[in-house]
């Protein structure tokens, strides 16, 4: 079987972006939180099947790469006075077998696009993204139509743009015109070039008004959440018991599967309520004999990543064990600091309390501890 090919993109970010205006290049602009380059690199970065990236940037701009730490994610090249000189000097940047030469513009470039021009390269030399022109096509002068275009057969042009590397490095040498981008400089060289399934969210941010346009894709909506949690476990025999991760001397021990950690438990309980995924006993259930005696950090720090997965970021947490016994005052610190330590939070945020039931019901003779908890948990920026 043949070696599956490499795959380096090339993200051209030299340009000066005049028609944006701004004070710095668009590319060195923010949007969505990170600069436009800082988007457009993640859309290469995390997808699969992109080994390298090399970075083409103006020599003036060697700053903004530093202070961004951008040598660490790709192989920086300098570009050149136009977009053909700045794709030439990423060419020779890599060895990979197939490019895919991208604007640094286009911050929105779905993954479905990059795997369809990889998909094309395994037949053709070249191959990049289009869309149909649908709207009426004129010609115009002085504010005046002066004639009508046929759209049948019109493409509009996206990129990544992707060939076979030597093929395209060979097209560039033997190019001495200026061209609009590498299918022009393929086609002049008699490369056969496929056309796939562009995007209409694939827009390349050209003038003040498509950071907009492009800021509305990239932000996801505000998304604030509570979740609640409640656990109660039953006093045994024992000489301590484990609350809120630490381990607190006591004529009785709490009674359960795992440790037993009640405030551990239901501040799980809490995350997996905001998040709508179930309950702790479904992520790990009593009957499995692996969570026999398991420490209760494990289901606390599943949870976190569960939530970290989903996106969303805890912001707080509130935890009021209630019992008479042991006084929790005087350990409340050092179980604040290891519930933050377990959920990667800063100790400001986390929250543990403690109340007596006034010595009624279960907790109030003393039969077992009750626990609950509120979380908060973000996610996206308002748009
Ligand atoms: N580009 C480049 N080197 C150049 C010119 C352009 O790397 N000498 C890059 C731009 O940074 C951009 C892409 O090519 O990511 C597409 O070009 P364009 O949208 O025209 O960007 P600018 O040239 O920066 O903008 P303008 O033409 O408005 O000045
Ligand atoms: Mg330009």
Known sequence: MLAKPTVAAIIVAAGRG??????????????AGKTVLEQTLARFQTHPRVDEIVLVVAREDLGWVE??????????AIGGSDRVASVLSGLVSTQADHVLI?????????????????????????????????????????????????????????TPQGFHRDAIVKAHRANDQPAADDVEIARR??????????????????????????AKQLETPLDIRTGNGFDVHRFGDGDHVMLCGVKVPHARGLQGHSDADVGMHTVTDAIYGALCRGDIGQ?????????????????????????????????????????????????????????????????????????????????????????????????????
């Open 102 to 158: 991208h604007d640094a513009a286009r911050c929105c470039c779905p993954a479905e696009v990059i795997d369809r021009v990889l998909d094309a390269l395994d037949h053709h030399l070249g191959a990049a993204p289009a869309l149909p022109v649908t709207d009426a096509l004129w010609t115009g002068a002085a504010d005046l139509v002066t004639g009508v275009q046929d759209r049948a057969g019109l493409f509009a042009a996206q």
């Open 189 to 214: 060289a008699g490369l056969d070039v496929a056309i796939v399934q562009g995007d209409a969210g694939n827009l390349k941010i050209t003038t003040p008004e498509d950071f907009a346009r492009a």
């Open 283 to 383: 992520h790990f259930p009593p009957s499995d004999p692996q969570w026999k005696g398991a420490e209760s950090h494990i289901f606390l720090a599943h949870a976190c990543a569960l939530a970290r997965e989903m996106g969303f970021e805890i912001t707080h947490m509130d935890c009021t064990l209630i019992c008479e016994f042991p006084k929790i005052g005087p350990v409340a610190h050092p179980m604040r600091a290891r519930m933050a330590d377990v959920m990667g939070l800063d100790i400001d945020r986390v929250s543990v309390k403690a109340t007596t039931s006034e010595r009624l019901g279960f907790t109030g003779r003393g039969e077992g501890i009750a626990a609950l908890a509120t979380v908060t948990l973000i996610k996206g920026t308002t748009a």
């Open 67 to 76: 202070t961004m730490g951008l040598e660490s994610q790709a192989t920086i």
């Open 18 to 31: 005049r028609r944006a205006g701004g004070d710095v290049p668009k590319q060195w602009q923010q949007i």
